[in-house]
Nanobody, 123 residues
Framework: VQLQASGGGLVQAGGSLRLSCAAS????????MGWFRQAPGKEREFVAAITWSGVITYVADSAKGRFPISRDNAKATVYLQMNNLKPEDTAVYYC?????????????????WGQGTQVTVSS
């Protein structure tokens, strides 16, 4: 299975972007799909996660109220709608799949990763 992230770009503070993560390949039913981000010189950090059923979602405190996560199983795609963007949101954003389902916030829990998409927010 492969994950393809897209939708990044350059936006002014207060603007919006929608990231997409499309899964392709063999039959794919992860427990969680997650979004992470990594800014230069920093560790990769959790942003949001959603169960493949779409029933349960989790969002990091830094993104709560701004970055809703959703999925379209018919398209095998997960979305991260990023609203009211701030310069501190600048990072490479990665989508990933967790087929274990124990610790949705942990980078090490996820075993399939997309290639990353750059998000740059100017002040």
């Amino acid at each position: 299975v492969q994950l393809q992230a897209s939708g990044g770009g350059l936006v002014q503070a207060g603007g919006s972007l929608r990231l997409s993560c499309a899964a392709s390949g063999r039959i794919f039913s992860p427990y969680y799909m997650g979004w992470f981000r990594q800014a230069p010189g920093k560790e990769r950090e959790f942003v949001a996660a959603i169960t493949w059923s779409g029933v349960i979602t989790y969002v990091a405190d830094s993104a709560k109220g701004r970055f809703p996560i959703s999925r379209d199983n018919a398209k095998a795609t997960v979305y991260l709608q990023m609203n009211n963007l701030k310069p501190e949101d600048t990072a490479v954003y990665y989508c990933a799949a967790d087929r274990v389902g124990l610790r949705y916030r942990d980078v090490g829990e996820y075993d399939v990763w997309g290639q990353g998409t750059q998000v740059t927010v100017s002040s």
